[in-house]
């Protein structure tokens, strides 16, 4: 199995924050990476595809970033609404996720 | 719009099987060229894929449940369903089902039901 590595596993931060959260794959995945985000009690929400595609309706503060092993998640502006936990997961090979990143308020 | 919903009981005695069906609604679960998942979420853990089928009934299972997971699926009741046998505490979970597609950049979960919590304990 490839192994995702997120850090940190949580962060706090303040509204207007700029956040990065790191995906580090096993092996290389090329852009097969993608970026989900989890409020509590919800289920997770396609932010990013392919590594850096935006989905449809998603915020533009969301970008993302990487190739390889090595991804990037960065919110821009942080919103009161953002705060959640963020996942990376990689469809390279066996479908796994990273562990999470929790993203709370300061 | 499309909406998916989770059923099933929400506990399961140990090494009892657990059968989980997803009920698509608002659209056709053959519409489309998307597969359907199951995914599962323990407290306090990460998230772990189970597996996907293919509307034409093709599976793919995570390695380290294939020996103990079937996914099927029924088109003319419009859901899909997950079994999983051998059920221990470890398999206590948050289990969701989610529309899948695959292009250029893999495969990618856009849909996800509400999710149902699945106890196991005596």
């Known amino acids: 199995d490839i192994q995702m590595t997120q850090s940190p596993s949580s962060l706090s931060a303040s509204v207007g924050d700029r956040v990065t959260i790191t995906c580090r794959a096993s092996q290389s995945i090329g852009k097969y990476l993608s970026w989900y985000q989890q409020k509590s009690g919800k289920a997770p929400n396609l932010l990013i595809s392919a590594a850096s595609r935006l989905q449809s309706g998603v915020p533009s503060r969301f970008s993302g970033s990487g190739s390889g092993a090595d991804f990037t998640l960065t919110i821009t502006n942080l919103q009161p609404e953002d705060f959640a936990t963020y996942y990376c997961?990689?469809?390279?090979?066996?479908?796994?996720f990273g562990q999470g990143t929790k993203v709370d308020l300061k | 719009q499309v909406q998916l919903q989770e059923s099933g009981p929400g506990l399961v005695k140990p090494s009892q099987t657990l059968s989980l069906t997803c009920t698509v609604s608002g659209g056709s679960i053959n519409s489309g060229s998307y597969y359907w998942s199951w995914i599962r979420h323990p407290a306090g853990k990460g998230l772990e894929w189970i597996g996907r089928?293919?509307?034409?009934?093709?599976?793919s299972y995570n390695p380290s449940l294939r020996s103990r997971v079937t996914v099927s699926i029924d088109t003319s009741e419009n859901q899909f369903s997950l079994r999983l046998t051998s059920m221990t505490a470890a398999d206590t979970a948050m289990y969701y089902c989610?529309?899948?597609?695959?292009?250029?950049?893999?495969?990618?979960?856009?849909?996800w039901g509400r999710g149902t919590l699945v106890t196991v304990s005596s």
């Open positions: 997961h990689q469809s390279y090979s066996a479908l796994t």
């Open positions: 989610a529309r899948t597609y695959f292009d250029s950049s893999g495969f990618n979960f856009d849909l």
């Open positions: 089928i293919y509307t034409g009934g093709k599976t």
